[in-house]
């Protein structure tokens, strides 16, 4: 399995809804990443996972939760959202953190109302 | 942190000419520069990748360039094709040595290929 997967495809919540992204790898990769992006704009880092521990954090709004419950998984949990986080959000992986290579998942595009 | 500046923003070409995107970056610790291809609706995908220890790269049709003391890249597409229309992210990461970092990308080049 050469892919990065994410589910789900298309996401609608309300503001006072909790939802969770998934992002799955077997590619055995130990670097996992999360990236939003919005329409006609460049991917922008939120997190990055090394060997399953948080490593960074581009002081992202604590509306939003990272997880990495084992090396091949990493929710993205969301709570309280605004309708300006409308946005895909796009998970990718490297090989491990010393090898930069990331290959970026189909994303899942989130619509806040 | 690091900045990384991406021109042109829109790039007209007629098919079967050549595409030149540039970009610079402003930290030089910087040492891997990859360039994504992105359609619309689709994932960024890798198109070809260099490493600061490296000069230049070629790939088929598709060539980057790098010169570490001006801290600029660009990547050079040549025998145009329709298929090559989307937008283009070029991005730079410090990496390496001390754990995982995440990519810096330019704002994006819409590449449009006339037939």
């Known amino acids: 399995d050469t892919e990065v997967t994410q589910t789900p495809k298309h996401l609608v919540m309300g503001m006072t809804n909790k939802k969770s992204l998934k992002c799955e790898q077997h590619m055995g990769h130990r670097a996992m990443y999360w990236y939003k992006q919005k329409a006609k704009k460049p991917p922008e880092l939120m997190f990055v996972y090394s060997y399953e521990k948080l490593s960074i954090n581009e002081s992202v709004p604590s509306r939003f939760s990272p997880e990495c419950p084992n090396s091949s998984l990493l929710n993205l949990h969301l709570h309280a959202l605004q309708p300006e986080d409308s946005a895909l959000y796009l998970c990718?992986?490297?090989?491990?953190?010393?090898?930069?290579?990331?290959?970026f998942g189909p994303g899942t595009r989130l619509t806040v109302l | 942190g690091e900045n990384v500046e991406q021109h042109p923003s829109t790039l007209s070409v007629q098919e079967g000419d050549s595409a030149v995107i540039k970009c610079t970056y402003s930290?030089?610790?910087?040492?891997?520069f990859p360039w994504y291809k992105q359609e619309l609706g689709k994932r960024p995908q890798l198109i070809i990748d260099?490493?600061?220890?490296?000069g230049e790269k070629k790939d088929q049709r598709i060539a980057v360039t790098l010169n570490k003391t001006a801290k600029h890249f660009s990547l050079h597409i040549t025998e145009t094709q329709p298929e090559d229309s989307a937008v283009y992210f070029c991005a730079a990461s410090i990496g390496a040595g001390g754990g995982a970092d995440g990519l810096t990308f330019g704002k994006g080049t819409h590449l449009i290929i006339q037939p």
């Open positions: 260099i490493r600061s220890n490296v």
């Open positions: 990718a992986s490297s090989q491990d953190p010393r090898t930069d290579t990331q290959y």
């Open positions: 930290d030089s610790a910087s040492n891997y």
